[in-house]
């Protein structure tokens, strides 16, 4: 990864060939040291406008950018601002998936600068650049641009349909009320929980990654994803539910609680993620069982709900599991790709 340029070195404008003409408006590397508050501040207001239920510290966007897989920091990220003020941001890395390496790539424009061609000119520019990532990767797999995007952001959306994207999957996030009552479900004989120490952060990690990897679109994991993993403001490992069978790791729940998030959002969440079971100990009750026990953990600390997210066709039942558990679709999620 290289490094960003440093606050003392403000980064040049960067030429686009369809920038709209916005007088003030100008296009430039990203300089985090300084741009990480500008960069929240944007993801924040947006989050609000779109109704989508996120809210980043600095802090979060430092460790997000500092902590990327296959991704440069000085090439990967574009600002776009207006007299200073950040008001458009785009960002893209390398990710595998069943064989084919998907610049995954993410992008906000300020609502009070929406409709005027800054997001159609970044959307470009992430072509491009991915084009430039796709000439010097060292595999020999195709090359496609991927983005997410929620369902009911239409601008969005339509920008993407008119750039040439198309759907490919959709996915779900989903919600729990933890007053409900919940399910009674125990581990099998022979399995027990027992609490996670950072001696063992590999091997749930590890087990986690082969879990995974017969999901549809399973991403191949680098070990900048676990360091970003486990270096992640407010992890928390004590809320994590691992099941053991003697010292082999059979399926885990990694829940996380975001302080910040809930205050600035007005929510008392938590999040289960990465709830996964290696394939041997599958239709065994596992998964259910440490969900249930996950539950009930958040409702004794006073949690209000619990969210997850699934892919809509993941082919181990999960979708049907967490409905059976008490969770109910809240927003859907869509998959863009392109090919290069």
């Known amino acids: ?5 440093t606050s003392t070195n403000r980064p040049l404008p960067i030429e686009l060939p369809d920038a709209p003409r916005i007088p003030g408006l100008r296009f430039r590397r990203v300089d985090l040291a300084a741009d990480a508050p500008g960069i929240a501040a944007l993801i924040n207001d947006s989050s ?29 990220v574009l ?5 200073g ?9 390398v990710v595998v998936r069943d064989g084919v390496a998907v610049h995954q790539w993410n992008g906000w424009v300020h609502p009070d600068v929406r409709g005027r061609g800054i997001g159609r000119a970044l959307t470009r520019w992430v072509e491009r650049r991915a084009r430039e990532a796709a000439v010097e990767w060292p595999e020999p797999q195709p090359h496609e641009l991927g ?23 959709y996915g779900f996030m989903m919600l ?19 609490p ?19 999901h549809h679109d399973s991403a191949t994991r680098t070990e900048e994803d676990f360091e970003r993993w486990f270096t992640m403001p407010n992890l928390d490992t004590s809320l994590w539910r691992v099941a053991w069978d003697g010292d082999e790791v059979v399926g885990s729940v990694m829940t996380f609680i975001w302080p910040d998030e809930n205050e600035k959002l007005g929510l008392n969440r938590a999040w289960l993620e990465h709830i996964s079971v290696r394939r041997a100990w599958r239709k065994r009750g596992v998964a259910k069982a440490l969900i249930a026990d996950t539950l009930r953990m958040l409702r004794e600390m006073g949690m209000a709900d619990a969210a997850l ?6 082919p181990t039942g999960a979708l049907q599991l967490y409905e059976s558990l008490g969770f109910r679709q809240h927003k859907t999620g869509l998959s863009f790709r392109k090919a290069i």
């Open 147 to 169: 983005a997410w995007v929620d369902s009911e952001i239409d601008p969005a959306l339509a920008l993407l349909e008119s750039e040439g994207y198309h759907r490919v999957r």
């Open 48 to 76: 609000v406008i779109d109704g989508v239920e996120l809210a980043l510290s600095p802090e979060d966007v430092r460790h997000d950018l500092e902590h990327q897989a296959n991704f440069d920091l000085a090439r990967d």
């Open 309 to 314: 997210g699934v892919d809509a066709k993941n």
């Open 176 to 194: 729990r009320p933890l007053p409900d009552p919940i399910l009674e479900a125990a581990l099998p004989d022979g399995l027990r929980v027992r």
């Open 196 to 214: 996670v120490i950072e001696a063992d952060h590999r091997r749930i990690w590890d087990a986690d990654c082969e879990a995974f990897r017969d």
């Open 79 to 83: 600002i776009a601002e207006i007299d």
């Open 85 to 93: 003020r950040i008001v458009g941001e785009a960002e893209q890395n």
């Open 1 to 5: 990864m290289t490094s960003a340029t």
